[in-house]
């Protein structure tokens, strides 16, 4: 439908323009002096590379792999996220879990890899949502970008180091070994 | 002045002569210059962003983005030189220049100082003497050569869409220079001359924009449309023309019909100073002295040219045919009525 626009009735004193015009000058001396005396950190403009912006808790960014605090991941290879993924980006191989360790007491299975391909990935959040074990989240990081294609496949440490030094983590290569024994009780 | 002269092993008119060509010509292009980045930064802060500020000197000083300056001219330097297998090679060649030296010429004649008495000489501060002749008309004059610069460069590309930038352009130009003379001549009748020198000293008392207020108006506004500026810079048009008469420019050669404007700016916001504001009078001040009024003038100056950039980032483009009824029905008329006005209270006064 089309839109019908009004037309403006302009007074005599619009018709001269010169009153209206001063008024917009006004106007932008008015933006020009506030952004001028505003300190820059405080201005409307987020200066990219040295200020980041704070992402809503919301945010659907870049993957985690979650892990337990004994460092073993979270995730149990069940392919939920990569069924679930409309972008069919998740590469899954599952790996049988030998040495069972303390938190971890049931599962069987772990990836051996876990490879999500960033270029396709759209940030939906439905491999979050599909995860039985919550092992997989999205989180603050947007800024993903890289020079070539094979370096936004991010394997599995990748993803489970994502924010490994942010939150305190250290940073892991290599399952960690079983130090105590499965306990039969817990069952 | 006499020592420097005798530095140089020049007679002291002679080493002035060249001081004030230089004056004259590196004045308004370094003022050009620091009004792409006065405009860069002006229109962020107007619309509330931040403006460039990336280019580092050496890496480490960032000066509030002015390296942005050189970074834009090495960029121009070191491009790729393209010119159209269709365009009129040597027109398309030409056109910068047509449009850069009228632009830096109109300021010759415009005095940016109380002329100067030392050793039984007086020295003036302008490059062309009072009392050439040409007065100030010639400014006038060399304003509306710049168009052909426009022109040419438009018809040399051998594009539709400059093409119509240039009609759209030399159109305009006709449209405003009839109101803008004549809100001129009225000056002229009040000065009772017509040399820059002479005009300025007859507002020692009053500034002509008082007396001279719609004639002032007028001008201003043909000033706008005289240096392609933004409520009239009908030469260019993103929306409906691409980019207008330098569409297919680039480079160094872009730089130039960039930089004209930008030079244009500084004259014509000295015609206006010079006409309306005093030129270098500075108010409540009977006898400046010869720095003062240099510093009024240059003042002056760079207010003016700030209130052209002011304006662009407050008003939109006008429509052409606005543009049309502005000028032919507005201005016109106005500027014609000034001058029956002034010229009706000079007969009167006899
Ligand atoms: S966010 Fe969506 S597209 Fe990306 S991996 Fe998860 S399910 Fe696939
Ligand atoms: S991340 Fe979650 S859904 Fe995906 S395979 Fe691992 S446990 Fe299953």
Redesign the interface.
């Given at each position: 439908m089309a839109v019908v626009v009004k037309k403006v009735e302009l007074t005599w004193v619009d018709r001269t323009y010169v009153i209206p015009v001063l008024q917009g000058m006004a106007i932008t001396m008015k933006h020009f002096l506030k952004q001028i005396l505003t300190r820059s950190r405080k201005r409307f403009t987020v200066q990219y590379p040295e200020w980041k912006r704070e992402v809503a808790p919301g945010y659907r960014g870049l993957h985690e792999l979650k892990r337990f605090e004994d460092g073993s991941i979270k995730c149990v290879a069940c392919f939920m996220c990569a069924e679930a993924c409309p972008a069919r980006c998740i590469t899954i191989e599952a790996d049988a879990f030998g040495d069972l360790n303390k938190t971890q007491g049931f599962e069987e299975k772990r990836p051996a890899v876990f490879r999500i391909d960033m270029l396709r990935c759209i940030y939906c959040g439905m491999c979050e949502e599909a995860c039985p074990k919550d092992a997989i989240w999205l989180r603050g990081d947007y800024e993903q970008a890289s020079y070539d294609r094979l370096s936004m496949q991010f394997g599995k440490w990748d993803l489970m180091n994502t924010y490994a030094d942010k939150d305190g983590k250290a940073r892991i290569t290599q399952d960690p070994t079983p130090s105590i024994p499965r306990n039969p009780t817990s069952l | 002045m006499e020592f420097l002269a005798r530095l140089l092993h020049l007679q002291p008119q002679t080493f002035w002569m060249i001081a004030k060509v230089i004056i004259v010509f590196a004045g308004p292009l370094t003022l050009a210059a620091l009004l792409t980045w006065v405009e860069r930064r002006?229109s962020?802060?107007?619309?509330?962003?931040?403006g460039p500020n990336r280019a580092l000197l050496f890496g480490r000083w960032r000066l509030l983005g002015l390296p942005q300056l050189a970074a834009d001219g090495i960029k121009f330097f070191l491009k790729e030189d393209l010119v159209t297998a269709d365009a009129n090679k040597a027109l398309f060649w030409l056109a910068p220049f047509l449009a850069f030296v009228p632009a830096m010429m109109g300021f010759a004649v415009i005095p940016f100082g109380r002329s100067l008495v030392q050793g039984g000489q007086t020295y003036h501060m302008s490059l062309l003497e009072p009392g050439n002749g040409m007065g100030m008309l010639y400014p006038l004059a060399i304003g509306s050569v710049a168009v052909y610069g426009i022109l040419t460069a438009a018809w040399s590309s051998n594009n539709k869409w400059s093409i119509l930038g240039g009609m759209r352009a030399s159109a305009q130009m006709v449209s405003y220079e009839l109101a803008m003379s004549l809100a001129v001549v009225a000056i002229f009748l009040r000065t009772g001359g017509y040399d820059p020198h002479e005009i300025i000293a007859h507002q020692a008392v009053l500034w002509n924009v008082i007396p001279q207020f719609f004639g002032f108006?007028v001008f201003f506004v043909c000033m706008f449309a005289e240096t392609n500026r933004l409520p009239f810079d009908f030469a260019e048009g993103e929306s409906e023309i691409v980019a207008g008469f330098h569409t297919e420019y680039g480079s160094m050669k872009f730089a130039l019909l960039q930089l004209s404007e930008y030079v244009h700016i500084v004259t014509a916001a000295a015609l206006i100073v010079t006409l309306y504001f005093g030129g270098w009078q500075v108010p409540f001040v009977a006898a400046p002295s010869v720095t003062l009024s240099i510093a009024a003038f240059v003042l002056k100056l760079v207010f003016f040219c700030w209130v052209f950039i002011?304006?662009r980032?407050?008003?939109p483009r006008f429509r052409f045919d606005q543009l049309m009824f502005m000028g032919w029905k507005v201005m016109l008329p106005l500027s014609l009525g000034n001058l029956m006005v002034q010229a009706f209270l000079m007969y009167r006064r006899g």
């Open positions: - | 002006g962020a802060m107007i619309q509330d962003r931040i108006l002011w304006i980032w407050t008003v």
